[in-house]
């Protein structure tokens, strides 16, 4: 894939995926974010910050998908490359923990379980998806590389210090 390619379908699955997944839906669980702020205004600061770098590191991701990967997050239009820069040095998944950042720090925005409760069950199926679908595709795809990489960096619990693999 060339790179304009790449980066034009990264942007088209960048709205049709996490726009939708961390903004659409819980902006219809909160009644179109007409729902009460906090219940605890004092972390109200806390969640636009956690809104601001999940937001930083999913578009960092998507852009290492597209400039390093030459290729797209969509299962249809894959990285020629395994991506292991970046975010990608310090934890396997940062486009998903930053989607469920951002779905959480809703749901605590807004004092609404039924974000909080969303959350639960998209973190349970990205968690699934991974585990069943995307790790097995990427060990076929890039074989040894992949697995030396799965072994030094954490799928969900990001490192401190990166991967200098």
């Not at 205004?41 to 590191?57: H, Y």
């Not at 749901?107 to 199926?125: E, H, K, N, P, R």
């Not at 998806?129 to 969900?156: D, K, M």
């Amino acid at each position: 894939m060339r790179r304009f390619s790449a980066i034009a379908g990264s942007a088209a699955f960048f709205v049709a995926a996490p726009c939708v997944v961390a903004g659409l839906v819980p902006w219809l669980l909160t009644g179109g974010w007409a729902a009460p702020a906090s219940a605890l205004p004092s972390i109200t600061p806390l969640c636009w910050l956690a809104i601001a770098g999940a937001l930083v590191v999913l578009l960092e991701a998507f852009a290492r998908f597209a400039l390093d990967g030459l290729g797209t997050p969509a299962p249809i239009a894959p990285t020629r490359k395994l991506v292991i820069r970046g975010t990608y040095r310090h934890v396997r998944n940062p486009m998903y923990l930053a989607v469920l950042v951002l779905i959480f720090a809703q749901a605590l925005l807004f004092s609404s379980w039924a974000v909080a409760i969303y959350g639960l069950v998209a973190g349970a199926t990205m968690a699934s998806f991974v585990r069943l679908h995307e790790e097995p595709t990427l060990s076929g795809r890039y074989g040894a590389e992949y697995e030396t990489y799965r072994r030094a960096v954490p799928g969900w619990l990001p490192r401190l210090t990166p991967w200098k693999g």
